[in-house]
Structure formats: structure tokens, C-alpha cells
């Protein structure tokens, strides 16, 4: 899932464009709407010690940033331990039902319902302003801000833009309409087998392609998150553009997935567009040697209604059991400010989550880059509802059944509906 994934990088192109708003989370209770009053953070250096849970390579770069923390705060000691992302999930449930929970932690933020529970209510001493809203919004359960985003990333088309060029196309196109001419001029003008790789029905899979019903005005919950809204014409209408890059052989049934496959086929050209977050330049510069990142580009999610992607990343939260309030709620503090987001974006490529951080020039110089930043202006993400990861499972069900078995796709959005209502949202 994107939560976990998302350790990647991304810039807005101009200072200007930091401050525009994205759509946040897929729909949910207004902001504030059931917040508690949060005690306040006292005053005065951080003191005593905490204890910090954070997930593989944020874990193994998070105690560089500790130390500093800990000298700018005489006597303050952080104990940090790494957890690996595949056990993760359990480890906090299983802190959380013993009571051993740590003082911090990162948490995924499609994980950010499940354990809400345990987290305290963010003072209003911690800064917020500058983080972009839609991850901002991520951190909302019935409208109580219960944690702060840390890092975020969202997801863009990759594509060959020299195989583009040799298909008649010298930009890339912004449309559903242009997107699926250019995947099928690919195969037809530039020798791909085929136009595009997309999700097909495996694990999370639904999750991946949210863009396009997003991006089609569907939404996944109504307003207050009390009813699940998956049979909707507008999320038939996107499932069905999206199904057909399948029907007409632009698409793959059955993609290779083993690990390097996608950037295989991406750098050998059989299949050169693919949909990923910022991490993928790196992966795709290292298969394909030097030189090849100035064979393709990146754009934005095509638009239908919006241009609309998924924003995720990962967010700090304190538990309600923590032992050194004021001092978990000040090493957040510290870890929001920009100057440490971007240290920490420099040792290990994460998105900061304060636009401040990145008008820096290893971000803005970067045209790849800019557009991730530019995407990030419009975002939306899961619903923050404990039964979501149900539904999911459920949905990438319907979606195999869609593009491997020809399901109607109204037909499977039904039962998904009928699915979904079973399971309620949890409100």
C-alpha cells in the first residue's frame, strides 16, 4: 500500500505553488468536528527519555536526527527502534492490546484508523501550517487530528518520452482521452508490445487505481463517512476507462510480477508507461544505466473531471500510554520544522511534509521532480474508516474478476456495494 511504499521525493516548482490546497482525504467528518481540547505541551527544553518506533529505512536514518535533538535538549535521551514494515501492522496491535506501547511512532497513514484509538489528540502547540492539506487531512478520524504527517509521496505516470516522440507526441498528453491515444500510438508508431502497465487485481491493486474513479469525481464514502459509495455512475464510468486499456490490448492481463520486472519492461521499451511515486526514478535510472534518464519523463494522472492522485506517506503519532508526553510532543515538534525534513529528506530521499522544506535547490532544480510537487496540489486518499483494508480486500477481488474474467463492471461495483454495506464504516 502507499503508506508503506511511499518513501520518495517530490518538489512544487515555484514558492507560489507550495500554497495551494489539495483535496485531501476521500470525503469524511469536517475538520474538528469531534476534537477534544488537547492538555498543552509545557514550556521550556524537552526532558527525560522516550522511546521511538519507526519503519525500516526511517528507522535506520531517524537516530542521526536524535542526536541532534538530543544536544539541542541537554539530558534528553531517544531510544529508537526499527521496525520492519511486514511486521509492523501486528507489532503495534500487539503493543497496543499489552499496553507496551513506545512514546512515538510512525505510522502508516491507511493505518491511521485502525489504531486511532491509542493516539492522543495533536496540542495545538505543534505547528501544522505549511504541511500540505491533503496529508493533513490523512491525519483526520471524525475529524480530530490524531497525528502529523512526517513524509509524504504521491504517484505519476512514467513514461519513454523518447518512444513518445518517435509516436508524434512531444509533450505528454493531460486527458483520458490523450492517455489512451498515446499508450496505444506506443505500440502502433513506437514498437511497444504494450501502452501501459496497470493494476490488475492483486493485493492492494485497488488501492493503486483510485486515481482514475478519483479523477472521474467518484468518491469512495458520503460526506460524513457513514456510507460506503461504490456503485456510483461515476465510479462505473472510471472502472470501465479503465477496463478498456485491458479489452483493446493496450494493458496486460497478466504482467510479470516479480521484482524488477515493471523497470524491465520499462527500459527495454515493451511496456513504456507505468504509474508510480517518486522512488521509481532511482529504480528505473539504475536498470536502465547511464544516460537513460533522459529517455523518459514523468506527467501528471490524466484528467477526466480532475487530475487527481493518491497521497500517502507517513505520520507521527504519540500513543495515550506514553510515559514522556511533553517530550514525545516536542521531538515531533523537531521533526516537523523544515531544515530537519529536509536533513532527513537528504538521508533517505522522503517527501518532506512542510512545503517550506522544499523550495531548497536539491528539490526545485529537479524537472522530474516538479511535477510530483505539482501533483501534490491535488490529492485524496482512503477514507479514514476501520473497516477500509476490509473493503479493499474485497474490491481487489472484483477488480481481478474485471480485468482477468470480463465482469461487467457495474456488475462488480454492485457487489462491492452490497459488500461494503455489509461491513458498514465503523460510524
Known amino acids: 500500500m502507499l503508506s508503506h511504499n511511499a518513501r520518495q521525493m517530490a518538489v512544487l516548482g515555484v514558492a507560489a505553488a507550495l500554497l495551494m490546497t489539495g483535496c485531501g482525504r476521500d470525503s469524511g467528518a469536517p475538520a474538528g468536528a469531534n476534537a477534544p481540547a488537547a492538555a498543552p505541551i509545557s514550556s ?18 531517524l537516530p542521526t536526527l536524535a542526536k541532534d535533538f538530543e544536544a539541542a535538549n541537554p539530558g534528553v535521551k531517544v531510544n529508537v527502534t526499527a521496525v520492519p514494515w511486514d511486521a509492523a501492522h501486528n507489532k503495534y496491535q500487539t503493543a497496543i492490546a499489552g499496553g507496551t506501547t513506545p512514546d512515538v511512532a510512525q505510522m502508516g497513514t491507511t493505518w491511521m484508523s485502525d489504531f486511532s484509538d491509542a493516539f492522543e489528540t495533536v496540542p495545538a502547540q505543534v505547528d501544522t501550517s505549511g504541511i500540505f492539506p491533503g496529508a493533513l487531512k490523512a491525519t483526520e478520524v471524525s475529524g480530530t487530528n490524531v497525528g502529523v504527517p512526517w513524509y509524504v509521496d504521491t504517484r505519476v505516470v512514467y513514461y519513454r518520452s523518447d518512444l513518445a516522440a518517435q509516436a508524434g507526441y512531444d509533450s505528454f498528453p493531460t486527458t483520458w482521452d490523450g492517455f ?24 492492494d491493486d485497488f488501492q493503486s487505481m483510485l486515481p482514475f474513479p478519483w479523477s472521474n469525481g467518484a468518491q469512495l464514502v458520503n460526506a460524513d463517512s457513514t456510507k460506503w459509495t461504490l456503485d456510483t455512475p461515476e465510479m462505473v464510468g472510471a472502472l470501465k476507462y479503465f477496463n478498456s486499456f485491458f479489452e483493446d490490448g493496450i494493458a496486460n492481463k497478466t504482467p510479470a510480477t516479480g521484482a524488477g520486472a515493471a ?42 473531471k480532475s ?17 514522556n508526553r511533553d517530550t ?36 526545485s532544480g529537479d524537472a522530474k521532480l516538479t511535477v510530483f510537487g505539482n501533483q501534490l496540489k491535488d490529492t485524496n486518499s482512503p477514507p479514514a474508516v476501520t473497516t477500509w483494508t476490509q473493503v479493499s ?21 454492485k457487489e462491492l456495494q452490497a459488500t461494503a454495506d455489509s461491513a458498514g464504516t465503523g460510524h
Open 307 to 323: 487530475s487527481t492522485s493518491f497521497v500517502g506517506g507517513s505520520d507521527l503519532v504519540v500513543f495515550k500510554k506514553t510515559q
Open 393 to 413: 480486500a474485497a474490491a481487489d477481488k472484483q477488480l481481478e474478476q474485471i480485468v482477468k474474467a470480463g465482469k461487467d463492471p457495474a456488475a462488480a461495483l
Open 44 to 61: 521550556g527544553p524537552a526532558t527525560g527519555t522516550i522511546n521511538v518506533w519507526a519503519q525500516a529505512d526511517e528507522g535506520a536514518a
Open 328 to 363: 514525545a510532543w516536542k521531538f515531533i515538534q523537531y521533526l516537523s520544522q523544515p531544515e530537519v525534513q529536509l536533513k532527513f529528506h537528504k538521508l533517505t530521499g522522503d517527501l518532506p511534509a512542510k512545503q517550506a522544506a522544499w523550495t531548497d535547490s536539491s528539490l
Open 180 to 203: 489512451k491515444s498515446l499508450a496505444k500510438d506506443l505500440q502502433t508508431k513506437a514498437g511497444a508490445k504494450y501502452g501501459v502497465a496497470l493494476p490488475t487485481g492483486v493485493a
Open 263 to 304: 523497470e524491465a519492461a520499462f527500459v527495454n521499451g515493451s511496456v513504456p508507461m507505468l504509474i508510480a511515486g517518486p522512488s521509481e526514478i532511482g529504480q528505473l535510472d539504475k536498470a536502465g544505466g547511464p544516460g537513460f534518464a533522459d529517455k523518459y519523463k514523468v506527467g501528471m494522472i490524466p484528467k477526466e
